[in-house]
């Protein structure tokens, strides 16, 4: 198994930056598909982003397209999730999170590790 810590929250203005990374240890992190999700008080737990095994694959819901990138250096063990020109409604809890599966996916259930999560604010 994978485990898996995310760091790299904070809060910020909006139109600010943050750097989210997603740390894994235990089994041979590129054999695993990898995910950003976030929660915000109140609200089901949403897809933001995922990458394929090899990176060369990726997909972002549409509200970050354009402003959020994510990437991942599988000689650090390490995703990351580039979040720029952020708005209020980024605010929430995000999760990394690692799939056995051969292919990335966009549902939480397909998932079978997931980081314990770090806050992002942006306040307007």
């Known amino acids: 198994q994978v485990q898996l810590v995310e760091s790299g929250g904070g809060s910020v203005q909006a139109g600010g930056s943050l750097r989210l990374s997603c740390a894994a240890s235990?089994?041979?992190?590129?054999?695993?598909?990898m995910g950003w999700f976030r929660q915000a008080p109140g609200k089901e737990r949403e897809f933001v982003a995922h990458?394929?095994?090899?990176?060369?694959?990726?997909a972002l819901v549409g509200s970050v397209k354009g402003r959020f990138t994510i990437s991942r250096d599988n000689a650090k063990n390490t995703m990351y999730l580039q979040m720029n020109s952020l708005k209020p409604e980024d605010s929430a809890v995000y999760y990394c999170?690692?799939?056995?599966?051969?292919?990335?996916?966009?549902?939480?259930?397909?998932?079978?590790?997931w980081g314990q999560g770090t806050q992002v604010t942006v306040s307007s």
């Open positions: 235990g089994r041979t992190f590129s054999s695993y598909a």
């Open positions: 990458i394929s095994r090899s990176g060369r694959s990726t």
């Open positions: 999170a690692a799939t056995q599966r051969s292919v990335e996916s966009i549902f939480a259930h397909e998932y079978d590790y």
